[in-house]
């Protein structure tokens, strides 16, 4: 913070000669941050301050009643809690940090948005313009660390550019496939007066395409295919939920009849209960999806991108299918998958224009094919997973119990790991944006202040963190953004003393050579409490509905952990190097 | 396994944007793939760069490459073509002492041999200039070997393509569609590979 103190740097330019627009006002770069985000509707920022940020700080010490900042403990927890904040309410969500050490905190949430594809627009100090280059204390190289996992960065070093440059990050991290935008301001230019003559939105780049303009011959050539398949298959992603795609997304499954499979990306896109919602792809995903992707004869996947998570072995998936691609980044289309049919644009557009063509259709005996590998999915893993008879408690059952109780209607935020996938498996949801989780990246640590970022973005519904206890020790300073902010979260840590994910690779794959993932755990109540948060921890079955229950009804939030059992597997899996025909009930 | 690859030549149109050559290429760098040859310079439309990339690589991935480079936010377009659909240049310089060479070479023969011009004679040394492929800039240093070759450097590739119209009337297009909605962009890409083997 050696600069705190500093007013005014060599490089501030004169004011430019008396204002010729009446409306015109002489304001601060920091000011001009601000008042951009009242221009593009910014209500909550999720920051940490520091030397190199003060400015705009100082700015925001007036700007305090319009716009809200929420004071995280560490900027990965700022910039997870942005993307929260991102995926629940469907915005753009912000981020403040200071140069060095604050910038390079906000590189693993970055790398999470870009794989994730979420809106975000984080800001960062930097040093003076004239000490750039010179190893400055907090120096630190940010546009070239963060080139790689933003969809777009730029540098500020003079103030008259920050109304501009911002209308472009807006406009570039919510448009077109959404992503990070890292912006970095030098302190001088947060300092410098300029002249201010208003705000103007961005919505063209010249070299910019947002979304490529949809091609009709290839949506007909599509509809002939979906006409003429015996058994199609749908797999959609969070193209639909980014698109606010749903209905139109609804319209075209109920219309053709299409069995529907969801990546974890995707999931909450299509309510649970739905008929034509078939369940969930890849590694530990339904058996019936998995197994019928290699027996589809046309494959319509929807705003995903065949993550290697999701097909297993690529030479051996769904060669077969037919593969229409509907997507919105025509870098994805044959990237992973070789299409027959590339739909380019965004569904919200191009799904209608199917939906239009296709036969009104029914596929009962194909539909039938994915209810009887549930069933047996059911025989071999889900009834005992969710109606245990061992001792300890399952995940799956702590799950059911959820489901009893939220009806479906919480929005349930997830780490990475074990639970991860038994929530997403178990979890049931009604409505879109309801399922938060890191799926590109795994990133662990994610779910705690994400959580908090989900309460922030939809703060009328019931938020539940499912985290694992790994996972919650690594970003549980976060408890500390809970207290101050006086949020509501629950929190549900399913604790199996294990890094439970990686010990049950090491069984099936590594001859249970035990490395490294036996995990010890503070008192996790205890330590909640010193934040002023209540909590319970149970290790009986007989205790877990009524301990959930007081969860869920307690004011405020609240922390429950749930001891499960050590050494429970996640069925069914696809193990790497298999193709997901080769999936594995046990 | 590597038999399919061979020299792509990818030529990029960018705007003048600080930083761009390295968000171009880490894209390379992260597929662990060495650039060959590279050279930045102003194209022909005003205020778009061009960039001229060329790598060993087989068509699947350079495909690939492309439109991944062609996705970032400051990048208009990028191309990519193979040897036989471009006319492609390298410069080269090469210095060599002046007595030497008077003495021991024929300088004529050599200037007409090999297309080389003396841009500089000093009585030290002489540096001389081709402009040509590989093969005939490296041919005029075997030549020169013997007689003490003190220096040598060679330019990045620069290529245009045999196809008529060029680049040219597709970037006009592209800069005259502003500010409105684009139409063009995605004609190519829904030419799929003809797009990128033109």
Known sequence: ???????????????????????????????????????????????????????????????????????????????????????????????????????????????????????????????????????????????????????????????????????????????????????????????????????????????????????????????????????????????????????????????????????????????????????????????????????????????????????????????????????????????????????????????????????????????????????????????????????????????????????????????????????????RFNQSHSNITSGGLGTMGFGLPAAIGAKFGAPDRTVVAIIGDGGFQMTLQELGTIMQSEIDVKILILNNRFLGMVRQWQQLFHDKRYSFVDITSPDFVTVAKGYGIAGNSIDKRKDLHQALKAMLDHKGSYLLEVFVGKENNVFPMVPQGCSVAEIRLK | MNSNKQQYTITVYTENQIGLLNRIAILFSRRKINVESLNTSPSEAEGIHRFTIVINETEEVVRKLCRQIEKQVDILKAYYNTNEEIIWQEMALYKVSTEEIAEKVKVERLLREYGARAVVIRKDYTVFETTGQREETNKLIEVLEPYGLIEFVRSARIAIIKDSHGFHEKLKEFESSEPGENVVANEYLNQQDKVFTM
């Not at chain 1, 941050?33 to 910014?42: H, I, M, S």
């Not at chain 1, 296709?358 to 109606?387: P, R, S």
């Open chain 1, 1 to 427: 913070m050696s600069n705190s103190t500093t007013t005014s740097a060599p490089t501030q330019p004169k004011a430019k000669a008396a204002a010729q627009k009446p409306a015109a006002r002489e304001i601060s770069g920091s000011a001009a941050v601000l008042e951009a985000f009242l221009e593009e509707g910014v209500d909550t920022i999720f920051g940490y301050p520091g030397g190199a940020i003060m400015p705009i700080y100082d700015a925001l010490y007036d700007y305090q009643d319009k716009l809200k900042h929420i004071l995280v403990r560490h900027e990965q927890g700022g910039i997870h809690a942005a993307q929260g904040y991102a995926r629940a309410s469907g915005r753009t969500g912000v981020v403040f940090a200071t140069s060095g050490p604050g910038a390079t905190n906000l590189v693993t949430g970055l790398a999470d948005a870009l794989i994730d594809s979420t809106p975000l627009v984080c800001i960062t100090g930097q040093v003076f313009a004239h000490l750039l280059g010179t190893d400055a204390f907090q120096e630190t190289d940010v546009i070239n660390i963060t080139t790689p996992i933003t969809k777009w960065n730029y540098q500020v070093t003079d103030a008259t550019e920050i109304p501009s440059v911002l209308a472009k990050a807006f406009y570039i991290a919510g448009s077109g496939r959404p992503g990070p935008v890292l912006i970095d301001i030098t302190k001088n230019a947060q300092i410098q007066k300029f002249n201010y003559e208003g705000y103007q939105k961005c919505n063209h780049i010249r070299s910019y395409r947002p979304k490529p303009i949809v091609r009709k011959e290839y949506v007909q050539k599509a509809a002939e295919l979906i006409n003429k398949a015996q058994r199609p298959f749908i797999l959609f992603g969070q193209g639909v939920i980014l698109g606010k795609a749903e209905k139109e997304f609804r319209a075209f499954i109920e219309k053709t009849g299409i069995p529907s499979a969801w990546t974890i990306m995707g999931l909450s896109a299509l309510p649970t209960d739905h008929p034509l919602n078939v369940g969930m792809l890849g590694m530990h995903g339904n058996y019936g999806p998995n197994v019928l992707t290699n027996e589809c004869d046309v494959l319509i996947a929807i705003g995903m991108r065949f993550d290697d998570r999701v097909t297993g072995r690529l030479d051996k998936y769904a060669k077969q299918a037919q593969v229409i691609h509907l997507d919105i980044d025509p870098a994805e289309i044959d990237k992973n998958v070789k299409s027959a049919v590339p739909v380019w644009g965004d569904c919200k557009e191009t799904l209608p224009m199917l939906t239009e063509l296709v036969e009104k259709k029914t596929h009962t005996q194909w539909l039938q094919k994915f209810k009887d590998y549930y069933k047996e999915e059911v025989d071999a893993v889900i009834h005992d997973e969710l109606n245990p008879t061992a001792e300890q408690m399952t995940m799956g059952e702590v799950m059911k119990s959820l489901n009893e109780l939220t009806g479906g209607d919480a929005i349930i935020v997830t780490d990475v790991g074990q639970h991860q996938m038994v929530a997403c498996r178990y979890a």
